[in-house]
């Protein structure tokens, strides 16, 4: 599915709000998740053709509430989640984001897939893949988006997608290579939209 109209529909700083703006919609939902800074905002913002839809950070851990967006007039709910890992922010703070994803992430009768991203850069840190399990064990469907793909070349490419799906136990055809910059994957990801909506 190509998304052709995205807005933004509420933040949300608390479960019962999103219980509350969830109940007004039936369509799938879905999500993404990510350390912080590994480009998430960008990520729907190329998705969605919406520049500064999702506000991308110079600081990171910019995004600190759950901001859900509507995709093609009511077709699918995109939920773009704070992230996880953000070493400066204070602890108590950290910790209401990491209690407001875990909820989101258990209560959601909606979500049909959660986009997991990691910067291809760089292994996949012990957070990263602790949300894998969690998403195993909570078994909620997911695709894991490699991104800042223009960072790097080709060859190094293929060696960074090795590392991750050793790191991650996830095969290699199952990361999409993206880039928010040039637009790489973004075709896979409309891809992914397809196979949810048929579910
Ligand atoms: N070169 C390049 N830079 C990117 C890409 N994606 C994100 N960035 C940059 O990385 C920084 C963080 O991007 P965001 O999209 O704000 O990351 P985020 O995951 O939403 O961050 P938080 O909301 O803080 O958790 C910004 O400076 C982006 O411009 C990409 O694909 N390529
Ligand atoms: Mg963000």
Not at 7 to 29: D, G, Q
Not at 39 to 50: A, H
Not at 62 to 79: E, P
Request: proline letters at 4%; charged letters at 25%.
């Amino acid at each position: 599915m190509k998304i052709t109209n995205a807005e933004f529909i509420t933040s949300i700083a608390a479960l019962p709000k999103y219980k509350e703006a969830s109940s007004r919609y039936s369509c799938p939902e879905i999500c993404v998740v990510g350390r912080s800074n590994v480009g998430k905002s960008t990520f729907i913002n190329c998705v969605t053709g919406r520049k500064k839809l999702a506000k991308a950070s110079v600081t990171p851990g910019r995004t600190r509430l759950i901001n859900l967006f509507d995709l093609n007039r009511g077709t699918l709910v995109l939920a773009d989640l704070p992230g996880y890992g953000y070493a400066a922010a204070p602890k108590t703070e950290r910790k209401g984001w990491a209690q407001l994803i875990e909820e989101y992430l258990g209560s959601s009768e909606k979500l049909k897939r959660v986009f997991a991203l990691v910067d291809l850069r760089h292994e996949p840190t012990v957070l990263d893949k602790q949300m894998l399990k969690y998403l195993y064990a909570y078994n909620i469907p997911f695709t894991v988006v490699a991104t800042k793909a223009d960072k790097l070349s080709k060859s190094q490419i293929s060696a960074a997608v090795q590392t991750v799906s050793t790191a991650l136990t996830v095969g290699r055809d199952d990361i999409i290579v993206f880039s928010g910059l040039n637009g790489t994957g973004k075709e896979a990801v409309e891809a992914v939209l397809d196979s949810v909506l048929e579910i």
